[in-house]
């Protein structure tokens, strides 16, 4: 009888340790958004038909939208497909159409980031300028 209580408790205490690192593991591994404001990183300016990286975190989803509405479809589109450096998620896109656009990351969406697409400047504007034509600023 005496064997076999120490046998069961070694099973129980075997279980328990299993148990425990399933369970520690579960609570630990939780969402790697950290909320910090270094969810998404971006430049905050870039010019019509200039290409910018776009790196969220690893676990930190998020929503593009334009400031004043519309489709971020037409402000900007992906080129090539996402990779990963270290705890983030690397995009590249270029910007098509001037305009404010926000990145919110999914937790919270607070930590938005803003960009604007400038337009693109020409060195002959510049000098049309000087000659008197073209658009008056």
């Given at each position: ?8 408790f ?37 010019k019509v ?14 929503s593009?939208?334009v ?71």
């Amino acid at each position: 009888m005496v064997i076999n209580m120490k046998k069961i408790f070694s099973i129980l205490i075997s279980l328990l340790f299993v148990a425990s690192v399933f369970g520690i593991a579960s609570v630990m591994a939780g969402d790697d958004c950290h909320c910090d404001g270094t969810d998404v990183i971006i430049p905050a300016q870039v010019k019509v038909g200039q290409e910018y990286l776009l790196k969220t975190r690893v676990g930190c989803g998020g929503s593009v939208t334009v400031v004043g509405g519309g489709n971020p479809g037409d402000y900007i589109t992906q080129v090539g497909s996402a990779w990963r450096e270290g705890d983030m998620d690397v995009s590249k896109w270029i910007a098509l159409k001037v305009g404010t656009l926000n990145y919110c990351p999914s937790c919270p969406p607070t930590n938005c980031k803003t960009i604007t697409i400038t337009p693109k400047s020409y060195p002959m504007f510049s000098f049309m300028k000087l000659l008197g034509f073209g658009k008056k600023d």
